[in-house]
């Protein structure tokens, strides 16, 4: 049982690239959630699903996409990176909105 | 929108000592709060929770919380620190999740920075 699970762990991308953040949870939890943590800044939430088929927008969705076609899986998509976008990515995952599970994270630098 | 304040970017502790960490939150309606702990290089780990009930929560590793309506305040406590307490902790509230676009979700404060000195 792995919980939560985020590949890759550490990336590096050149501007206007573009990658997705993979997450995968063997919990069966509806709740999926992508936060993106910088430095001082605590974490701001970017997309959420409530379950497969459903997503939505967090705080910051601007230059990110999500899709959730499984219960399991809840990738995130930058199309075309920017500077701005380097961060450290968090998936979580919660069987409402009362607390969550998170992975290690995904470290995105942007050049 | 609600916000979490957690005023202390640093602070430093004696192994052994008392710690307390501050936080304070403004939100509407009874707030969802939580403490989360971070340690270098690892995801968020939930200490404690409080929904209602008790204000005195307890949670793992030996931390607690109290919940003050009165003064927004939900600090988390611990009688005697140890080294491997050295982390970032998080305070958070759950807000409001809006159907057709948005959502408050889980806000976290930008967290505090606890250094255990041996």
């Known amino acids: 049982n792995a919980g939560v699970t985020q590949t890759p762990k550490f990336r590096i991308l050149k501007i206007g690239q573009s990658m997705t953040l993979q997450c995968t949870q063997d919990?069966?939890?509806?709740?999926m959630y992508w936060y993106r943590q910088d430095p001082g800044m605590g974490l701001k939430l970017i997309y959420y699903s409530v379950g497969a088929g459903i997503t939505d927008k967090g705080e910051v969705p601007n230059g990110y996409n999500v899709s959730r076609s499984t219960t399991e899986d809840f990738p995130l998509r930058l199309e075309l990176a920017a500077p701005s976008q380097t961060s450290v990515y968090f998936c979580?995952?919660?069987?409402?909105?009362?607390?969550?599970?998170f992975g290690q994270g995904t470290r995105l630098t942007v050049v | 929108a609600q916000s979490v304040t957690q005023p202390d970017i640093h602070i430093t502790v004696s192994e052994g000592a008392s710690l307390e960490l501050r936080c304070n939150y403004s939100y509407g309606a009874t707030p969802y709060l939580f403490w989360y702990v971070q340690s270098p290089g690892q995801g968020l780990q939930l200490l404690l929770k409080?929904?209602?009930?008790?204000?005195l929560v307890q949670g793992i590793k030996g931390f607690e919380a109290e919940f003050k309506r009165s003064q927004s305040s939900f600090n988390l406590r611990k009688p005697s620190v140890h080294w491997s307490d050295a982390a970032e902790y998080f305070c958070?509230?759950?807000?409001?999740?809006?159907?057709?676009?948005?959502?408050?979700?889980?806000?976290f404060g930008k967290g505090t920075h606890l250094i255990i000195q041996p």
């Open positions: 979580a995952i919660g069987t409402d909105w009362d607390e969550a599970f």
């Open positions: 958070a509230v759950v807000g409001r999740v809006y159907s057709g676009g948005g959502a408050d979700g889980l806000t």
């Open positions: 409080y929904f209602s009930g008790d204000t």
């Open positions: 919990m069966n939890h509806n709740y």
